[in-house]
């Protein structure tokens, strides 16, 4: 079976609209760090506990015989279009996966690969790999197929970080050697590390545009490469991440500490830093799928999880569809199929 994801109309709705200006980046030796801004002009969202040993279906509506994978790994994610369907996240391995928008995408031919979702990507790559090679080598057997135009930001708690796009009808990854700056922001990557050279060397001036894309990535990997060790690096990330973010349009800022195994987040309407410890959550399916709201206060405790149900991933996507131009005329049938797609998830253990 190859086809495994809905109709076109539906591809819009599994995405966010253009970011205003997303940067994500990494740094740290000793303590590994991934850090997100994530820029819009709709701040709703939920932050999702999800589980190891769930067998999960490829295809978004229930078709007879959809073909699925099984979750290896638990991971914390933040979405806005329902519950599997992330705009980034870190898994229990240290895995970090984020997506940021890049006019000009162009994704492969289709092929004998099955299809997935861009932010359903997210998801699988947080289920099933551990590092940076194991999450591009699941390109191998899955091809994204959308008409949002992504691109992704990947980092393992190794040190190793890596940009994958796709353009002109080819994927291209820049990892290692070819990622000496892990910044990545919405300018293809070798672009913008051309213009950030290019500016170290005086060779051209700052863009008029402060906030724009090649400005923001100009100014993380300065602050990236002026972190002398000391100090702490979540607080040097969160740094950054105002520094880079713009005054209107930044929703989420959210922390990875990759080698601690925790996520540090503040949002727009609650700027209250909330933590949330890995190692503290318990990620077997057979316990209740946890989530909370990413404006939710923090509580005496720390952050705090209620059950996941239904009616919240429905109440979440008919907000955030409302607020999407392109989204607010999708039917209730088709927000009430994707609320319902975890649905048939089942725990195998």
């Known amino acids: 079976m190859k086809r495994s994801i809905l109709p076109l109309v ?9 970011c205003v200006g997303c940067t994500s980046f990494a740094f740290g030796d000793s303590a590994r760090i991934v850090a997100k801004n994530y820029d819009w002009n709709v701040g709703v969202g939920l932050v999702i506990v999800n589980q190891r040993g769930v067998e999960k279906p490829f295809s978004l509506a229930p078709v007879p015989g959809s073909p699925t994978w099984t979750s290896r790994y638990g991971s914390v994610t933040f979405t806005q279009y329902g519950r599997d369907l992330p705009q980034g996240g870190m898994n229990e391995q240290g895995l970090v996966v984020e997506v940021l928008w890049l006019e000009g995408t162009s994704y492969p031919p289709d092929d004998d690969r099955l299809d997935i979702g861009c932010s359903q990507w997210v998801q699988y790559a947080l289920d099933t790999a551990a590092t940076v090679a194991e999450a591009r080598g699941v390109l191998d057997s899955v091809q994204i197929r959308s008409t949002v135009p992504l691109h992704f930001f990947v980092a393992d708690r190794h ?7 796709f353009l002109k009808g080819a994927e291209i990854g820049h990892c290692g050697a070819d990622m000496p700056v892990q910044v990545l922001t919405n300018t293809p990557y070798a672009t913008a590390l051309v213009y950030h050279r290019a500016r170290m060397d ?3 001036e700052e863009e008029p545009d402060d906030s724009g894309s090649q400005n923001r990535f100009v100014r993380a990997a300065t602050m990236i490469q002026g972190y002398a060790g000391s100090g702490d690096p979540v607080d040097y990330a ?9 005054p209107e349009f930044t929703q989420w800022s959210i922390v990875y500490d990759q080698t601690g195994r925790t996520v540090y987040f503040r949002t727009r309407e609650m700027p209250t830093r909330r933590v949330v410890v ?3 959550i318990d990620f077997t399916c057979t316990t209740p799928v946890a989530m909370m709201s990413v404006d939710a206060p923090p509580g005496d405790h720390g952050v705090e999880w209620r059950p996941y149900t239904r009616e919240a991933n429905l109440d979440l996507i008919r907000r955030a569809y409302a607020a999407t131009p392109f989204l607010s005329s ?8 994707v609320a319902s797609y975890p649905d048939r998830s089942r725990c195998m253990q």
């Open 238 to 246: 969160f740094q950054i991440l105002e520094a880079v973010a713009h």
């Open 10 to 18: 539906l591809a819009f709705a599994l995405a966010p609209e253009p």
């Open 278 to 280: 890995m190692d503290c």
């Open 330 to 337: 999708l039917s209730d049938s088709i927000r009430a199929m």
């Open 202 to 204: 005086g060779s051209v």
């Open 159 to 165: 040190g190793d970080a890596a940009s994958l796009e």
